[in-house]
């Protein structure tokens, strides 16, 4: 075989516990004591020696706020070694935490350092969205969180300027968990054609954060829990 012709392919240096191979693919660099909880059936490779244990007993005690729709089963993994994870070909994006915290709907959960704390949490003040988006995974600490995107997302600071940012609660995929929330009703003439009746809901953020959104606004796969 031509070794130039895959030389493109072939995974580079590690740089960090968490980085992208791709966009479409997250490597972790694993070590003893460093446990990792990952979306059950993302794991497509692993070098070294990785072990996963389905289901694990933190992840249970999560598992009655998990049955909104909202999702998340986990495997916790551990060992030393390279672990490669993807979820149906999506966009990954790493994101660090430094003493921080962000709010991840359980959909877009690909994987989070185990020593993080976390936990199911109800999204305040978004009753009105008929079920969307009322629960999320809150992730704190200082460590690593992958998130998937459908498509190549944008990751807007909030902090940047004096306007309030404004997303679609279906395009919605993280943001920090310190920024001012409100709901913002629209009528949108292009909705009465095709889809929904013309009325729009939007989220509107400020303050010091950031915000991820995908290039997508079809919710079908928000319901979708992975086996």
């Not at 960090?16 to 979306?39: C, I, K, P, W, Y």
């Not at 498509?151 to 300027?161: E, H, L």
């Not at 929330?181 to 303050?207: D, H, P, T, V, Y």
Request: charged share 20%.
């Amino acid at each position: 075989m031509d070794q130039q012709m895959i030389a493109g392919y072939a995974p580079t240096p590690v740089a960090a516990r968490m980085e992208n191979h791709g966009s479409a693919m997250l490597r972790v660099a694993m070590r003893t004591g460093q446990d990792l909880f990952a979306r059950t059936g993302s794991m497509i490779a692993y070098e070294g020696f990785v072990q996963y244990e389905p289901n694990p007993p933190a992840v249970r005690q999560m598992a009655s706020a998990w049955l909104t729709g909202e999702g998340t089963p986990l495997m916790k993994c551990s060992g030393d070694g390279l672990l490669y994870l993807a979820d149906y070909g999506a966009d990954v994006v790493c994101l660090n935490l430094a003493n921080e915290s962000v709010s991840v709907n359980g959909s877009n959960l690909l994987a989070f350092d185990a020593h993080l704390q976390w936990g199911v949490e109800r999204v305040k003040g978004l009753a009105k969205f008929a079920g969307q988006g009322l629960f999320n995974v809150g992730v704190s600490g200082t460590g690593w969180v992958a998130v998937t995107s459908r498509g190549t997302p944008i990751v807007v600071d909030c902090g940047s300027g004096a306007d309030e940012t404004y997303v679609d609660p279906d395009a919605l995929v993280a943001w920090s968990s310190g920024l001012k929330m409100k709901a913002k009703r629209s009528f949108k003439a292009s909705s009465l054609i095709g889809r929904g009746s013309g009325e729009a809901f939007q989220i509107g953020f400020s303050g010091q954060g950031f915000v991820v959104v995908q290039p997508s606004e079809d919710s079908t796969d928000r319901l979708r829990i992975r086996g």
